[in-house]
């Protein structure tokens, strides 16, 4: 087999454990863990975002960013907790 193929799914693999380990995850407040499950999310309201262009035909680009309560419970300690979250599309 090819070596630098072998080199490159390693490496490959190696981005991809470490992106998946890194990602941003919610920890419980009370106790640290990150054992935590969503139990809720409710929308709160969106709001769209107009880039416009030069004043052109075609030149600009919108956006849409909705917000939401999350409710979180910790496996662990069984805390629960709401935060309020934004998305934009």
């Known amino acids: 087999m090819n070596w630098h193929l072998i080199i490159g799914l390693v490496l490959a693999g190696a981005l991809l454990t470490t992106l998946w380990y890194t990602r941003p995850r919610p920890r419980c407040p009370e106790?640290?863990?990150?054992?935590?499950?969503?139990?809720?999310?409710?929308?709160?309201?969106?709001?769209?975002?107009?880039?416009?262009?030069?004043?052109?035909?075609?030149?600009?680009?919108?956006?849409?960013?909705?917000?939401y309560q999350v409710t979180y419970r910790c496996n662990?300690?069984?805390?629960?907790?709401s935060k309020t979250i934004t998305e934009t599309h």
């Open 76 to 81: 662990e300690c069984r805390a629960k907790w």
């Open 31 to 67: 106790c640290g863990s990150l054992q935590v499950g969503q139990v809720s999310k409710e929308p709160l309201g969106m709001r769209d975002l107009d880039f416009g262009g030069a004043g052109g035909q075609g030149g600009g680009y919108s956006m849409v960013q909705l917000r």
